[in-house]
């Protein structure tokens, strides 16, 4: 059966194929093929190892299948639901999200993982289970910097800000509070958030 593409993003193509998802990173011509190369193995195999960490974690993301550093391959769990974005276009009941959003989030930083591309496009709802999923770990990395954490923080404000405007800032709000409830390591996160947030208002 050949797999289905579902979408393509700046770095991989998706396809579906039976119950699984197969992301595949594909070869980008302004690189050198040596820098090219490198790049994706070690972010394939980075993607990887962080889906192998958060399943020891029993963390709320696909499992890993299988993963291949020279097709520039993974092959994860399909996670059957809609996306949060869809959802909270839909309704005005955003605060249990927003919640788990916070605790996963917390949950993620507590073991030094930092997701890098944390939008509501990248957050299922479990068709079965109801449970919020995070998906698409191409930017993620391991780190225990204060700093890194903060960043993500920043940026899950601004995707927040600018797709659901109608609920902000309350939603970012609520994802804070339960992100402080959960990390142990918030007090500090949170304080260097402001001040990430302060040079962004200061670049623009």
Do not use: C
């Not at 700046?10 to 579906?16: H, Q």
């Not at 992301?23 to 980075?46: G, N, S």
């Not at 839909?90 to 930083?109: M, P, R």
């Not at 600018?162 to 990390?183: A, M």
């Amino acid at each position: 059966m050949t797999p289905n593409k579902i979408a393509q993003g700046a770095e991989a193509s998706i396809y579906l194929e039976n119950s699984s998802i197969i992301k595949e990173r594909f070869v980008k011509r302004y690189r050198l093929p040596q820098i090219d190369e490198a790049l994706r193995t070690f972010r394939t195999r980075r993607e990887a190892k962080i889906l192998q960490k958060l399943e020891a974690m029993n963390f709320p993301a696909p499992h890993l299948q299988e993963f291949s550093d020279t097709r520039m391959s993974i092959a994860m769990d399909f996670i059957p639901g809609p996306k949060v974005r869809d959802i909270l276009l839909d309704t005005q009941q955003y605060a249990q999200i927003a919640e788990a959003i916070g605790k996963n989030l917390a949950k993620l930083h507590d073991a030094q993982i930092v997701h890098g591309d944390l939008t509501t496009s990248n957050m299922l709802l479990h068709e079965q289970s109801k449970e919020l999923t995070f998906i698409d770990f191409g930017l993620s990395a391991f780190s225990d910097k204060v700093e890194d954490k903060a960043v993500d923080l920043f940026l899950l404000d601004r995707a927040l800000q600018s797709t659901h405007f109608q609920i902000y800032p309350g939603i970012f709000q609520n994802v804070l509070e339960s992100y402080q409830n959960t990390s142990a390591q918030a007090a500090e996160v949170l304080a260097r958030f402001e001040k990430v947030k302060a040079r962004g208002r200061n670049k623009k």
